[in-house]
């Protein structure tokens, strides 16, 4: 326990109660202004009233996760250039959302994956296998969410070991969801946006401070980062050169396309797209959402070099490792106060992701695979289906739990969110892709699309380098190969079945997801 | 409790927004979202509009910016890590001061992604005022 040792200082009291004092006011603030907002009519009521901006806001909260904020800060202060694709690649990523699938989904008026493909294809089928990638793909990101939480927290709390924090942070997270239900995400997500932007300019105006506001100098001293390797040599490595962590080239073009690929396929920003009036707000918020989200990655530049430069990778490593780069930055440059701060809006993104991921993927398994899959669309007792998402919320969260715990805190949790896009990317993106623009598609393809891409990619991960001492499978990341053989299985599947229903509404579809026509209906509900 | 145009049935923990997850608990009526193709099919004259020449150019129009707007974005990105990867040499040049091309590349994919993105917006806005005139043309048509 050298982290906690290292920060058992005298003034370490201080952090804690600050932060639990930021973390109680945020979470009140957000309970007021949910108050305020739901209860009206229908969110669609208030939505038509929340701007692109606004709308553009809850997007970057969904999106600026634990990952974004702790991993990639401490990807770039320990790898240097390689942490900064996962920057540029969360950003491209949303070209793929705003020029593919954003105004389609929003225009055909659906909520979820499941409700798009069941559209055309056979309902029960498609909704086993959506519901069953959507839980993997969150139990996936939940699990990063949660090292996240219990690095976080082990830094405040000392004496608390890596498990207790996991264990105590998955079942307050459980325990919020399951008995209290869920805050209005779309607030939660807002001002979370608003206080980790707040947070992340002051950070990276302390580290320009240091440089004189030099961004010469600043770069100056990213060339020359030392550090102990891993047999205690001291090396001295140019941080702007790439190559310091994906030795071979196939890792960055594999994880490129994870992250690419993966947002399109993401249940939980999925769903936002459907929160808006029509696909001009739509369009507007991916807008606004791409400049936010932007501007933050652009400033993982100072923050996470910065944390490089001005703490270097010893000091991190042994200072609550790879996860608390930006942290313990702050806790360098801004004292207690701001290290609290930025640990409180860290724990308040966690929170608010991992209430969000649990209920859609709960939901999703009760709704789509429960009542739809087994019992056809009827509910045998009223309240049936809100038990059966409340055992699923649980056991969800027990599997993150333990697959946090076995993964253990040195642990990116970039890299994990990586991993969660690979799957997204390479089970729900292909039968997305194919049931919007692809006439012939069918049940059978949409089925095998989906259990390939899922199948696979989580196979190569359990046999990649991370995973195994001699891996079978030479790259971090699975999606070159997941990603095509989702495709695959999709196009074999459709091949080699025919559905000539799926091709007569493929018009309708086509109309709808092209001029918005019949998408209004759902304001009414 | 219940909040004005919620269903009773509907036992979703209400404190979210509707919009945030499906509900829960089974509605008399299904909710629009989760209508089949054939369950909407009376809706409107799907195959009508989808002949309509207006709505083939509709669809030329999108397709003749969004395959190529992809193609570049795809192409640009891609060329990051395969500079990275393959071509460290020219990736560490040093352009200004320290900065090096592999840094000044990745910044450029911010504004290439910002540029891309105003772009469709820009060009998008046309597309909206055909499919309001497409629709427009056929419900005068329905009610004639």
Known sequence: MIAAAALSAPGDRTALFMFLAFVAATLVITYFSARKSSGASAYFAAGRRITGWQNGLAVAGDYMSAASFLGIAGMIAFNGYDGFMYSVGFLVAYLTVLFVVAEPLRNAGKYTMADVLAYRLKPRPVRAAAALSTLTVSVFYMIAQMVGAGTLVRQLIPGVSYEMAVVGVGVLMVVYVVFGGMLATTWVQIIKAILLMSGSVFLSILVLDKFDFDLGKFFTSLTAITSTGANGEILTRDFLAPGLLFKNPWDQISLGMALVFGTAGLPHILIRFYTVPDAKTARASVVWAMIIIGLFYIMTTFFGFGAASLLGPDYLKAHGGTNMAAPQLAHELGGEVFFAFISAVAFATILAVVAGLTISASTSFAHDFFTNVIHRGKERRPGEEVKVARITAFVVGAAAIGIAILLGPGVNVAFLVGLAFAVAASANLPVIVFSIFWKRFTTTGAVAGLLVGLVSSIALILVSPDFMKTPWFPLKNPAIISIPLGFLGAFLGTFLSREPSAEKLFAELKVRANTGLGAEKAADH | ?144
């Not at chain 2, 036992?11 to 979210?16: D, G, I, Q, V």
């Not at chain 2, 969004?66 to 500079?83: D, M, R, S």
């Not at chain 2, 772009?119 to 499919?131: I, M, N, P, T």
């Open chain 2, 1 to 144: 409790m219940s909040s004005p145009g919620r269903d009773a049935r509907d036992l979703t923990p209400e404190s979210a927004a509707p919009t945030d997850i499906a509900p829960l608990g089974r509605p008399p009526e299904k909710p629009a979202h989760e209508r089949t193709g054939a369950e909407d099919a009376a809706l409107a004259d799907w195959e009508g509009i989808e002949a309509d020449p207006d709505f083939v150019s509709l669809l030329k129009a999108k397709a003749a910016f969004v395959a190529p707007a992809t193609a570049v974005f795809v192409v640009y990105y891609f060329a990051l890590p395969v500079g990275a990867g393959w071509f460290p040499k020219l990736m560490e040049t040093r352009v200004w001061g320290a900065v090096n091309v592999a840094y000044l590349f990745a910044f450029s994919q911010f504004l290439m992604a910002w540029v891309l993105a105003f772009l469709y917006v820009a060009v998008a806005a046309g597309w909206d005022k055909r499919a309001a005139a497409i629709i427009a043309k056929f419900q005068n048509k329905g009610a004639e």
